[in-house]
């Protein structure tokens, strides 16, 4: 989806960062089906896989446009968690399905303003105000919920991560799709609007940004609710696979989700950062999961794998570049 | 120093310099900004090594690798910006890099003697060595940093704009200090625009003008005037195209604003120059103009706009601006050119919420081409490009977007001759074009050649604007300096 940039050939940087990353995730799928053997690279391992990446994904793609434009979100984890409370919630409240995941969105984009709001008003890094909103929204989660599990009434929110042939969709279950659809509109978004741009050049300089009458807390604002919403579309995934509203849930997926930017060559300095690289950089996380369990290699394994691949990624980067 | 000769790229920042300082006497660095000062300072602190020439320290070579050798050889700077350790108590600060230890355990107790033993050498024993440097005044803080050098036994001490920080009472404490320490027998350089103050601190003066000696003498047998005109002394050359121009209505006014200090009425078809020292606060001025910082007082009315106005309003407005800091404010330097040019998105680059990349790619390509930038195209990153194309690329994005008023702060700094000419041509045309032009810039002759009017800010305050003809580089630099007291 970033080929059409390069129609002169002189961007290149973004574009070869993106095939590195997928040459990345092509390397490991191959490495694992040797390991595993070809059953890992069969449709219905494949389709696991995506469904694995998705939650993981939608709330990246978020983090993203957050990273690129100089900013973190460490409150994604806990967004997810209240989402899948909320949506709970109005489920049990017979509000219909279509309603518990709009009121998700709606509760995540609210996170994501306060986030915002607090980041342009008090001058506070994002760092520390969103580890602060990743215990507020945590305990706000708790007490919506009654610090329970809310059980919840099967619906078709239930079969959005359901395997193809136990549930609906195209080839690929609804979910995945959104997923997709997502990260193209993302890329759209980072690429070829006006908000996009501003987004890389408050990311790049917030100073040249603000001369060039770039209206940057505004930006801000509407990036961090933009990343909110899409952390709650992520908890409506998770409550699709939980089947409950769970306030502890996704307890630590922040991290996962800045890794999956981090791999996919977004920089945490700003300015750099695209939707394919993090689908891609999110994939690769979960092939090396997958693969490692498949390959039945304990947890503690896949752990070291993982760590090692984010620090080496990035090191390579800067090393290709230097 | 002798034959110091250092060049950046193609440009040479010093070419064959000599300067020699003996103990127990203060030498004035005296020079235009851009005129080599501070790369000879850096070069004799160790800060940058220099291509050519020779050091001697005592009589001895001298070539440091890096700061701490010079201090280690007995050679500090004062910089102009402190380099103390903010969180960390004045002895702390006094011994950094110097612990006295046993076994790897600081020796508290002589790192408190040494602190206080260096302060009390500076005349100055009431500043506690156990406050936190943070809390300091800019002149105490200056003070621990000077006892820093002296705990290090340095022999020369290097001042580069050291009253830049500092109120008038703590500056005469600090010419008081540099006496005392001058009698102690140390060897001081001394790095002023402030001809007031070399009058008043030095013995010596060497001047240096395009990286080049230009003179020295006695400081006391030496009128003010005669140190200036060894500052400027060059002729004017053709760098500057000037066809006739008409004055038209009022666009921008003016009155009584802070930060600036500044009442002025800008027309149409006229470029007014504000002349003044860095620090002298012009920048702090077209800041509030443009809605970059607030406008504490006063009142500025852009046509018909008045009251307060953000950067995006501006330009909504017809105004444009460029900064005088290219890298750190004036582009994103991981974007690339077509996206600096067309940043501000008023001009045409798409359709709605939307960028069309052809139509941006045109836009781009149109000025790279007017402008004749240097780069591989539009989606070239700007960070690789040279200066003066980067100067080229910010000044297009006020081409792009069509404005009528452009403030321009120091567009030709840092770049090379030819970018320079094509920039005033460019202001030029623009005039001839009816627009209005306010240029700030500490470069003299660029001033007096391009602008129709001409203010001088000293101190925070602008002056009244005069006609160009009316001044000289000799008496902007009298103006600017505050000179008219000294001499």
């Known amino acids: 989806m970033d ?64 990273i690129v434009a ?19 919630l109005l489920l049990r409240s017979n509000s219909g399905p279509l309603l518990a995941a709009i009121g998700a969105v709606v509760a995540g984009a609210a996170c994501g303003v306060l986030n915002g709001v607090l980041i342009t008003t008090l001058r506070v890094v994002p760092f520390i105000v969103t580890l602060g909103t990743m215990l507020l929204v945590r305990g706000g989660a708790k007490g919506l919920a009654d610090e329970r599990r809310i059980e919840t009434p099967m619906t078709w929110l239930n079969e959005l991560l359901r395997t193809v042939r136990g549930g609906s969709g195209i080839l690929l279950p609804w979910g995945i799709w959104l997923t997709v659809a997502l990260a193209i509109a993302v890329a759209i978004v980072l690429q070829y609007t006006k908000f996009g741009r501003h987004l890389f050049a408050i990311g790049s300089n917030e ?39 769970d306030p502890t849930a996704a307890i630590g997926l922040e991290l996962d989700v800045i890794a999956a930017v981090i791999i996919g060559g977004g920089s945490l300095a700003g300015g750099k950062g695209t939707a394919a690289g993090t689908v891609a950089g999110a994939a690769i996380m979960t092939v090396i999961q997958v693969g490692c369990s498949q390959q039945g290699l304990p947890n503690w394994v896949q752990q070291i794998v993982t760590g090692t691949i984010i620090v080496f990624a990035v090191a390579l980067d800067r090393w290709r570049r230097s | ?99 006295p230890s046993h076994f790897g355990l600081i020796d508290r107790a002589r790192v408190r003697q040494t602190a206080v033993d260096a302060l009390r050498q500076l005349g100055h024993p009431e500043i506690s060595v156990d406050a936190l440097v943070a809390g300091l005044s800019p002149a105490s803080q200056q003070l621990v940093e000077i006892a820093r050098a002296l705990a290090m036994q340095c022999r ?88 006739p121009r008409t004055v038209g ?59 307060r106005c953000t950067p995006h309003d501006r330009w909504q407005q ?74 080229k690329v910010a000044f297009a994005r006020l081409l792009h977007e069509s404005v009528d008023v452009l403030v321009l702060d120091e567009p030709t700094r840092g770049i090379d001759v030819g970018s320079k000419a094509q920039i005033y041509a460019l202001v030029d045309e623009l005039v001839g074009r009816s627009k209005a032009i306010v240029l700030v810039s500490s470069y003299f002759p660029e001033l007096l050649a391009v602008s129709d009017r001409i203010a001088v800010m000293s101190r925070g305050r602008l002056g009244r604007a005069l006609p160009a003809s009316e001044w000289t580089e000799h008496s902007l630099l009298m103006e600017a300096s505050d000179a008219r007291t000294a001499s």
Request: proline residues 4%.
């Open chain 1, 70 to 88: 100089g900013g973190i979100d460490l409150s994604v984890g806990s967004v997810i968690a209240l989402a899948t409370v909320v949506t709970a």
């Open chain 2, 156 to 243: 020369v001490l290097v001042f580069d704009e050291p009253t830049s920080s500092l109120g008038v009472e703590d500056a005469t404490t600090l010419f008081e200090l540099i006496g005392r320490l001058k009698q102690q027998g140390l060897a001081i350089a001394y790095i002023s625009h402030f001809l007031e103050e070399v009058k008043r601190v030095s013995d010596r003066f060497v001047v240096l003008r395009d990286g080049r000696n230009a003179g020295e003498g006695a400081t006391a047998g030496t009128p003010a005037a005669e140190i200036a005109t060894m500052m400027i002394g060059r002729a004017l050359d053709d760098l500057y195209p000037r066809r």
């Open chain 1, 207 to 245: 100073r040249t940004a603000r001369l060039c009458g770039v209206r940057v807390e505004a930006s801000k604002i509407a990036v961090y609710a933009i990343a909110g919403a899409l952390a709650g579309l992520a908890g409506v995934l998770q409550l699709s696979q939980l089947s409950v509203g």
């Open chain 2, 318 to 391: 017809g105004m444009g601006m460029l900064s005088e800091d290219r890298a750190g404010e004036g582009l994103a330097p991981g974007l690339s050119v077509g996206d600096n040019m067309t940043l501000a998105h008023l001009g045409d680059t798409g359709r709605g919420a939307f960028i069309v990349p052809a139509m941006q790619d045109a836009a781009a390509r149109r000025w790279i081409d007017a402008l004749g930038i240097r780069t591989r195209g539009p989606r070239q990153i700007v960070a690789a490009l040279s200066g003066g194309n980067q100067q």
């Open chain 2, 1 to 99: 120093m002798s034959g110091v000769r250092k060049t950046f790229g193609a440009t040479i920042a010093l070419d064959e310099v000599d300067l020699a300082v003996r103990s127990g006497e203060v030498c004035a660095l005296v020079g235009q900004n851009g005129a080599g000062k501070s790369t000879l300072m850096a070069i004799l602190a160790g800060a940058t090594r220099p291509d050519a020439g020779r050091m001697t320290l005592d009589g001895r070579p001298y070539s440091p690798k890096d700061p701490l050798e010079a201090r280690r050889a007995g050679v500090a700077m004062i910089y102009q910006e402190l380099s103390l350790a903010p969180h960390l108590s004045v002895m702390e600060n006094i011994a950094l890099g110097i612990e």
């Open chain 2, 249 to 307: 209505e009022p666009v921008l006014d003016v009155k009584d604003v802070m930060p600036g200090g500044a009442t002025f009425t800008l027309h149409r078809g006229e470029v007014l120059g504000i002349a003044g020292l860095l620090g002298a606060g012009r920048t702090q001025l077209l800041r509030a103009l443009f809605g970059l910082e607030p406008v504490r007082r006063g009142t500025v009315r852009l046509g018909v706009h008045a009251g």
């Open chain 1, 3 to 66: 080929g059409a940039l390069a129609v002169d050939g002189s961007l290149g940087r973004e574009d070869s960062l993106v095939t590195r990353v997928l040459a990345g995730l092509l390397l490991v799928v191959v490495l694992f089906a040797f390991l595993v053997g070809p059953q890992f690279v069969r449709p219905a391992n494949l389709e696991l896989m995506a469904r694995q990446t998705a939650i993981v994904c939608v709330a990246a793609l978020g983090m993203t446009m957050v």
